[in-house]
Every structure is written in C-alpha cells, then in structure tokens.
C-alpha cells in the first residue's frame, strides 16, 4: 500500500511550493493529491491543478455517497467555503501522494487510511514572511479579498500556536 506525505501549516508557509518541487524533482514518485473546494477560483488557478471546484450541491452529493475522506468549512467575509479531499482522487494501492491539509485533516486521513500509511510535516515559517507572501499574492488577484486574508492569517495563528 502507498502512502500519502501531508505537508500541515499556516497559510503562505509554502506547502505548496515544497509539494510542487518534488513532484517535479520526481525522486519518489509521488502524486499531487488534489483537493476539492466550494470556495471561488482565483486569478490563474485552473480547474484540476490547484484544486476540484465544486459546488455545494456536488459536495454534498459525494459527502452522501461516503467519497469525502476529510472536509473542513471556513466561515469567510464571502460566506461558507468548504475545502474537502474525496477517496476517489486517490489510489494507495498503485501510488504515493504528497499533499497539504490542517491538523483536523490530519486526524481524519489517519482514521481513514491508518497511522501507518500517512506521514505529516509541520512548516514553519515567520509570520511577517508569510503575511508579506500572502498579500503579494493577494495584490495579484483581480478583485483582492484582503478581509479574508486577515481572517485567515489571524485563524491561522491561533491554530498553529
């Protein structure tokens, strides 16, 4: 059986960045794990890449059908945004996956799959790096949501302390 490599932190740790280095370093083999979410795209995200864009009705038809393996919902300045990871975007019996999630989700991927086939990373970073990383990438975006990037920083450091 596969594994699957959660990488956990704040937002702008740079999860991502990691994940999309060894995947493209390809040196074990490892699968993006993609995740699914309600929330809106944002300026260059592609459907499939970044994430699964769903909308509620379509969560709420996999959360029914026993397909969502973990699944959180962040009460934004823009409403409910829901980001979740279905079983069928994964395959442990012929792959290994690297991702990123909370320490919630953590614990739901280890009631799901077993401590033995999960490993997790905490990144840790500075917060005035990350709060500059956030808003770099906030500035790009056509319409800014600098509220929730608050939100989410302040969340976020209450959650990582």
Same mark, same amino acid.
């Given at each position: 059986?596969g594994? !699957? %490599?959660?990488?956990?932190? @704040?937002?702008?740790? #740079?999860?991502?960045?990691?994940?999309? $280095?060894? &995947?493209?370093?390809?040196?074990?083999?490892?699968?993006?794990? %993609?995740?699914?979410?309600?929330? @809106?795209?944002?300026? #260059?995200? !592609?459907?499939? $890449?970044?994430?699964?864009?769903?909308?509620?009705?379509?969560?709420?038809?996999?959360?029914?059908?026993g397909? %969502? &393996?973990?699944?959180r919902?962040?009460? =934004?300045?823009?409403? @409910?945004?829901?980001?979740? =990871? =279905?079983?069928?975007? %994964?395959?442990?019996?012929?792959?290994?996956? !690297?991702?990123?999630? =909370?320490?919630?989700?953590?614990? *739901?991927?280890?009631?799901?799959?077993?401590?033995?086939? /999960? &490993?997790?990373?905490?990144?840790? !970073?500075? +917060?005035? /790096?990350?709060?500059?990383?956030?808003?770099?990438?906030?500035?790009?975006?056509?319409? @800014?949501?600098? *509220?929730?990037?608050? $939100? $989410?920083?302040?969340?976020?450091?209450? +959650?990582?302390s």
């Amino acid at each position: 059986m596969g594994k !699957v %490599i959660l990488f956990m932190g @704040p937002s702008s740790s #740079g999860k991502d960045t990691i994940k999309r $280095r060894l &995947i493209k370093e390809n040196k074990f083999a490892l699968k993006e794990m %993609i995740m699914s979410t309600t929330r @809106p795209m944002r300026t #260059g995200e !592609v459907e499939g $890449r970044e994430y699964y864009f769903k909308t509620v009705d379509e969560m709420l038809e996999l959360e029914k059908n026993g397909k %969502i &393996i973990e699944k959180r919902t962040y009460e =934004t300045a823009y409403g @409910p945004w829901h980001y979740f =990871t =279905t079983s069928s975007s %994964i395959d442990l019996d012929n792959y290994n996956y !690297v991702g990123s999630n =909370t320490l919630e989700g953590l614990d *739901q991927f280890v009631k799901f799959y077993g401590m033995e086939n /999960i &490993i997790s990373l905490l990144i840790k !970073v500075d +917060d005035g /790096i990350r709060l500059q990383r956030a808003l770099d990438r906030e500035k790009k975006e056509e319409n @800014p949501k600098y *509220q929730e990037l608050c $939100r $989410r920083f302040l969340a976020d450091s209450i +959650d990582f302390s």
